[in-house]
């Protein structure tokens, strides 16, 4: 029993010495590699400065590798005409006098320093558009032992961007980032691209702008009017994809839902007095709508799409109150009013009619009304058989007389009422001409209200 617990004391002893003599060398080589990294600094920066071009010879020309990764797009102002993103830029180039051998530092092959140590190169964004110039984070950057640098930084940039909005809001945009040197031209800092395409792999998606795959990068060099040497620059074009389904939802469907209303001013009985009211309300709403467009549009000369819509909308619906008033008119023709036209009748009444399904019970008897002329039943003349002609002839004198007028009397009030039949013939008829042009163009403008509809939503497919 004592030799087992003492050689499990002494196991457990053994294990603590293991231990300690294994983390006594971590700790000695990490306490020999910060000796060896102040001492490669105090070497490295001795006579190093960071204002110059770190070359051998001042002809040679030094050669900068850029990245750009996209990481996220902040916000498209489309009224301002200005993109913010979020990006990692990654910048690489050779340090001639930043080398070493890392067997002196004891395999030191890399340190971390602040980028403010060494020099950088002036790269910039051509088209910015901020007003600060203090988007991006001073981080450091990692140095070889073979004088390589890379210094990556991120960054909020806003770059100005031609925003084309004739499509909206089925736009596609493309924005393009342009990166350069301010001071050092071709013949002392050429820039080449790391990847043949802009990096998307940690892309945070949208929710307004879907950004397309095929992004490419291209290099330029251009000869400016101040100076006479090249200047190269890099330019990544950004193809922007806008995501259309909020406007949709909220600007089109309920502008299409107000648009079907319009026609149904039409189907309106005209003795209801809302016909005209219903138009004047689907306008207001309209141009409602067309201010919160505009608001966000810039203002140039192309009109957006749904701009394009809301006008020929309210285009429609001027044109239906204005009709609905014309026919307005038309019904509350008086019996004063003129026949309606043989041409009219035919064509409205009896072929316009069958078409548009208008169909009254008893409408036969609009096809004219026909004046019976009253039968007027002479009286017998008194028989003059027999007898003298004294009191007898006076009396049936007197009769015949008091016959005439009451045969006047009665085709006095059989011709009023044959007018006024024909005058409610007349209303009648106008009434029906009314009512069928009310139902020609509700067809009529419901067709075009559908089409419309149609076409704006076929641009989003």
Not at 41 to 70: H, S, W
Not at 413 to 422: E, F, G, M, V
Not at 433 to 442: G, L, P, Q, T
Request: charged content about 20%; glycine content about 6%.
């Amino acid at each position: 029993m004592w030799l087992k617990g003492n050689s499990s004391h002494g196991s457990h002893l053994g294990r603590t010495f293991i231990a300690v003599w294994v983390k006594i060398p971590l700790k000695f080589c990490r306490a020999a590699h910060g000796r060896f990294a102040q001492k490669l600094m105090k070497d490295l920066f001795t006579n190093y400065t960071n204002a110059l071009r770190p070359v051998e010879d001042t002809d040679y020309i030094i050669n900068v590798t850029l990245q750009v990764t996209l990481s996220q797009i902040i916000d498209m102002d489309e009224r301002n005409q200005i993109l913010t993103t979020y990006l990692w830029v990654r910048q690489v180039w050779m340090d001639a006098f930043l080398t070493w051998k890392k067997e002196d530092y004891d395999g030191l092959d890399t340190i971390r320093i602040p980028s403010s140590y060494v020099w950088r190169p002036d790269i910039v964004l051509y088209n910015s558009a901020d007003d600060e110039f203090s988007s991006s984070m001073e981080t450091n950057v990692v140095l070889r032992n073979d004088g390589q640098v890379m210094w990556d930084q991120p960054a909020i940039t806003k770059s100005s961007c031609s925003v084309d909005v004739a499509f909206f809001p089925f736009d596609l945009q493309q924005c393009d980032l342009t990166f350069g040197s301010w001071t050092h031209n071709g013949n002392q800092m050429d820039l080449f691209n790391a990847l043949d395409s802009a990096d998307l792999a940690d892309f945070v998606p949208n929710v307004e702008w879907e950004v397309s795959s095929g992004n490419a990068s291209q290099e330029n060099v251009i000869l400016y009017g101040c100076c006479s040497e090249p200047y190269p620059d890099i330019t990544f074009s950004l193809h922007l994809k806008r995501r259309a389904s909020f406007y949709i939802f909220n600007l089109l469907i309920p502008c299409m839902m107000i648009s079907f209303l319009a026609p149904l001013g039409f189907y309106l009985p005209a003795d209801s007095g809302e016909k005209v009211s219903l138009g004047v309300t689907v306008l207001l709403a309209l141009t409602v709508f067309q201010l919160l467009v505009a608001e966000s549009m810039p203002p140039s000369e192309s009109v957006p799409l749904i701009g394009k819509y809301y006008i020929a909308t309210m285009t429609m619906v001027t044109a239906s109150t204005a009709l609905t008033i014309f026919i307005m008119n038309i019904h509350h023709c008086g019996g004063e009013a003129r026949p309606v036209p043989e041409w009219a009748e035919r064509f409205i009444l009896k072929y316009l009619a069958r078409i548009c399904f208008v169909y009254e019970v008893g409408e036969n008897c609009l096809g004219g009304a026909r004046k019976e002329p009253l039968s007027q039943e002479g009286s017998d003349s008194p028989s003059a058989n027999g007898g003298d002609g004294g009191n007898r002839r006076e009396i049936l004198v007197k009769c015949l007389c008091q016959h005439q007028e009451l045969g006047k009397n009665v085709e006095y009030i059989a011709n009023s009422y044959q007018d006024q039949r024909a005058a409610q013939l007349r209303i009648g008829e106008w009434r029906k001409v009314a009512k069928v042009m009310d139902r020609f163009f509700m067809w009529l403008f419901f067709i075009m209200a559908f089409f419309m509809s149609i076409l704006i939503l076929g641009k989003s497919v």
